[in-house]
């Protein structure tokens, strides 16, 4: 259930249009309800459908387009790494198949311990620094040669220990 916080959230996005256009709003809308609940189920589809006045189907045409939604619940750190053209042509794929052995799960699994999911998408629009990878739908990695990833695997597990 999306709570009180994330409509207030919400309200704030709409009010960024006409009235008459808060549909406009979706994108956001399924963004703070993702943070608030880790991944979009149909019920809160259907929450932010009602919330802005548009049919279920409509919200889910937006979520399931966009890979930045999740689905399904998700690692803590999910990682898309781009297999665009471009990014193929400079190991694109070479870096997935890498960090498939490195976590020990294929595409689209997260590692048994929840820590990550590992995707692929389409272009991150860094085309000149391939291979790149986005962590979280967030950070941006660049020029990911098999030692990068494998210290940002590493890097991330190690932040994950506590003393």
Same mark, same amino acid.
């Given at each position: ?7 207030t959230? #919400?309200a704030?996005?709409? &009010?960024?249009?006409?009235a *008459?256009?808060? !549909? ?6 399924? %963004?703070?309800?993702?943070? !608030?609940?880790?991944?979009?189920? %149909? ?5 932010v %459908?009602?919330?802005?006045?548009? &049919? ?6 937006v979520?399931?387009?966009? $890979? ?8 803590k750190?999910?990682? $898309?790494?781009?297999? $665009?053209l ?8 070479? &870096?997935l ?18 820590? #990550? ?8 629009? %860094?085309? &000149? +620094?391939a ?5 979280? *739908?967030? *950070?941006m990695?660049? #020029?990911?040669?098999d +030692?990068?990833?494998?210290q940002?695997? *590493? ?6 220990v506590?003393?």
């Open positions: 259930m999306i709570s009180e916080e994330s409509k959230r #919400f704030q996005e709409v &009010a960024k249009y006409p *008459d256009q808060k !549909q406009s709003a979706v994108m956001a809308c399924l %963004a703070i309800a993702q943070q !608030q609940l880790g991944h979009l189920s %149909a019920e809160t589809e259907r929450e %459908a009602e919330y802005l006045g548009m &049919a279920p189907m409509a919200v889910h045409e979520s399931s387009f966009y $890979n930045m939604y999740n689905l399904e619940p998700v690692g750190y999910k990682l $898309n790494v781009c297999t $665009n471009p990014c193929q042509l400079r190991g694109g794929k070479h &870096a198949s890498h960090l498939e052995h490195k976590l020990g799960v294929a595409l689209g699994e997260t590692t048994a311990d929840g820590m #990550f999911t590992l995707q692929q998408c389409e272009c991150l629009g %860094a085309c &000149a +620094d291979p790149v990878l986005l962590v979280n *739908d967030h *950070d990695c660049s #020029f990911m040669s +030692d990068k990833l494998d940002l695997v *590493d890097g991330l597990r190690a932040s994950e506590k003393p």
